[in-house]
Nanobody, 116 residues
């Protein structure tokens, strides 16, 4: 069973930056495209960033485009989310998983809280 461990969250002021990491235990990690997701309080989980297995193709939700950048290091089986110019509406629990057809086991997520 694949294990996912997210880290790097925290409390920041609006306009600040954070870099999230997601480490996966999956063998052949470079074969898997990955998504970053987030779930804000009272809202559905949403997909915000996609990266293909090689790291050569990315896409973003409109809400984060131009502010967030997804990348990966396949040797470390890790993906990253660089988040700049954070806004209070970015406050959420952030997760990663495979795309498409997420693995059944999700990580615990990492909390990002952005204050004015």
């Amino acid at each position: 069973q694949v294990q996912l461990v997210e880290s790097g969250g925290g409390n920041v002021q609006a306009g600040g930056s954070l870099r999230l990491s997601c480490a996966a235990s999956a063998y052949g990690f470079n074969r898997f495209a990955m998504n970053w997701f987030r779930r804000a309080p009272g809202k559905e989980r949403e997909s915000i960033a996609f990266i293909d297995g090689a790291g050569s193709s990315t896409s973003y939700a409109d809400s984060v485009k131009g502010r967030f950048t997804v990348s990966r290091d396949n040797a470390k089986r890790t993906i990253y989310l660089q988040m700049n110019n954070l806004k209070p509406e970015d406050t959420a629990l952030y997760y990663c998983n495979k795309s498409p057809r997420p693995w059944t086991s999700w990580g615990q997520g990492t909390q990002v809280t952005v204050s004015l």
